[in-house]
């Protein structure tokens, strides 16, 4: 929604300046020269990324323009999941577990917390650590690197749609300047018409390079950097489960450990020390 409210004020912004300034709006109309940035860039973004990289903004570009559901209240959920799943290990021993790691839709425990259920990819992420651990094959370094590994590899493919838009933004002046080139062009060809009118075509022809300059950095760059905000979010939910775990592999007691993954949170979504430890107010029976 932020998204839509700063393009709003870009536009009030350098329209609204234009037009005191004295400038006619009307001049800056050139449907014809946003076909050519715009189709311009689109097909380099597409000859760039292919089938699989348009698959995979289709399906990430949509949240720019949702609100971010990693709050304290899903942290909250997220922390007191956790709290219980090692206060059942440590009370029972992780055996005890075994039934709900392998079938979490169906399990008790996780339908508490319907919330985390409905992010899949988190859920997997728990489980398949969980399932390690039950295994108990594994050290808490081992695990540790493959932890490790899979976060990294989930941000870098969870990057590439936000790099391939700010590429598209970064490509756009340029298309902005062939679109004025061809508006050159263009005038050169008519300098049989009255100074009048070819002043018209040379603004004309100016407006692509600005358009190309707006669209940039008004528009698309501001979606590649909401892009990269959200994945950074959702890192930061692994980054803190696997804390959690190892915490717990490292055989601290679930209260520590939920401590140990409090303090990886941002500012923003950090649970106060008193909330944080007192879990037992939020695990829903």
């Known amino acids: 929604m932020m998204v839509i409210v700063g393009w709003i004020i870009a536009l009030g912004g350098v329209f609204g300046g234009f037009a005191a300034a004295g400038g006619h709006l009307a001049s800056l109309f050139q449907p014809l020269e946003l076909v050519m940035i715009g189709g311009g860039a689109l097909g380099a973004f597409v000859a760039a990324n292919g089938g699989k990289g348009m698959k995979a903004f289709m399906a990430s570009f949509p949240g720019v323009f949702k609100g971010s559901k990693y709050t304290k209240a899903f942290y909250m959920e997220l922390l007191a999941l956790l709290f219980e799943i090692l206060s059942k290990v440590r009370r029972e021993g992780l055996m005890?577990?075994?039934?709900?790691?392998?079938?979490?839709?169906?399990?008790?425990?996780?339908?508490k917390y319907p919330v985390i259920q409905k992010d899949h990819h988190l859920i997997e992420f728990i489980t398949d650590y969980l399932r390690l651990m039950v295994g108990g094959n594994l050290n808490a370094m081992e695990i540790e690197n493959l932890m490790d590994n899979e976060i990294e590899t989930h941000h870098h493919e969870a990057m590439a749609p936000a790099h391939a838009v700010q590429r598209m933004a970064d490509a756009m002046p340029a298309f902005g300047i062939v679109a004025a080139v061809m508006g050159v062009v263009h005038t050169m060809e008519s300098l049989h018409l009255p100074p009048t009118e070819l002043g018209v075509l040379i603004a004309h022809a100016l407006v692509g390079t600005f358009l190309g300059i707006l669209l940039s950095y008004g528009f698309v760059s501001p979606v590649s950097t909401a892009m990269e905000t959200k994945v950074e979010e959702t890192t930061k939910v692994l980054q803190t489960v696997k804390t959690v775990l190892l915490a717990s592999l490292n055989g601290f007691s679930p209260q520590v450990c939920v401590e140990f993954g409090r303090k990886v949170l941002y500012s923003t979504g950090r649970i106060q020390p008193r909330s944080a430890t007192r879990l037992n107010d939020c695990i829903k029976t």
């Open 96 to 111: 005890s577990i075994e039934q709900d790691v392998e079938q979490p839709e169906n399990s008790a425990l996780f339908s």
